[in-house]
């Protein structure tokens, strides 16, 4: 890995980066300055218990809303995971794609760096801007719990944002497995998306019966399911094993298939 390989990558999706990530810390910080308002209201809280098996398909009890953390976690950490995991598909799938369409990869691929030190050089660009949003998440729900709510359990802040960080590196994985199938940008970019709606539609289907909750298991967003990651504060080891296995399998497949394609 080269640091000037990896600031230009990191210019070149300067805008998706700091758009994405401002709209993202914007809600975080307005959803949590909300908690109060509705854990407080009785009427509310009566709704959302006779609505318990909708939530439960997206993994959250409403026993949980009783606190703040368990607040971030049914509301502010859904949006977090999805916005997460499409700026992760979408990053990895058109690393490769977005220097084609920009005329740039003659020139790229022509500086005196071998092409797997230039992917990885991308691929340690990614894991920076993932792990600054998710670090950043962390701290907006946190100091919104301080000044709006009462936070009691930090740890399980910082577990969640540490979950949406293993998701995103999951689906890092599957956009570098789909990078050299895509022809343009504007190709990955929409499977990118696709993918991962077609991944959190899958992980509503938990509640249904027979085939359709085999499909919902097969859903990287419910590998850690909110209410066990604020009830516990910690990730489960299968969860973890799979979102790293499936980020370094990306990673060694498209190392490979890079050096082997006629760019």
């Known amino acids: 890995m080269k640091r000037n390989l990896i600031g230009m990558e990191l210019k070149s999706l300067r805008v998706s980066f700091l758009v994405g990530t401002l709209v993202l810390l914007a809600y975080q910080f307005a959803l949590g300055a909300m908690a ?3 854990m407080g209201n009785a009427g509310m809280m009566e709704l959302l218990e006779g609505k318990s098996a909708i939530l439960e398909s997206f993994g959250i009890d409403p026993v949980m809303m009783s606190s703040y953390e368990g607040w971030v976690g049914a509301q502010p ?7 997460i995991g499409a700026f992760s598909a979408i990053w990895a799938g058109t690393c490769i794609t977005r220097e084609r369409d920009k005329g740039t990869a003659e020139y790229l ?31 907006v729900n946190w100091l919104a719990g301080e000044w709006f ?12 944002a540490a979950a949406g960080c293993c998701v995103a590196l999951a689906f890092l994985g599957v956009g570098y497995l789909m990078t050299f199938w895509m022809t343009s940008e504007r190709t990955a970019t929409s499977a990118g998306i696709g993918i991962v709606l077609v ?3 899958m992980g509503l289907l938990s509640t249904a019966q027979g085939t359709a909750a085999k499909l919902a298991s097969l859903s990287l967003f419910r590998l850690f399911p909110p209410n066990e990651v604020v009830a516990h504060g910690s990730l489960t080891a299968a969860g973890v094993l799979i979102t790293v296995g499936l980020y370094g399998i990306g990673l060694a497949a498209a190392a490979w298939g890079l050096g082997r394609q006629d760019l």
Do not use: C, N, W
């Open 199 to 201: 991944m959190f539609f």
């Open 149 to 160: 709510s009462r936070v009691s359990d930090v740890r399980a802040l910082l577990m969640l």
């Open 109 to 139: 691929f022509a500086l005196p760096y071998a092409r797997q030190e230039i992917f990885f050089s991308k691929a340690a660009a990614h894991l920076l801007l993932v792990t600054v949003i998710a670090g950043l998440t962390f701290l």
């Open 77 to 83: 950490h859904t949006l977090f995971v999805l916005l």
């Open 36 to 38: 109060d308002s509705f």
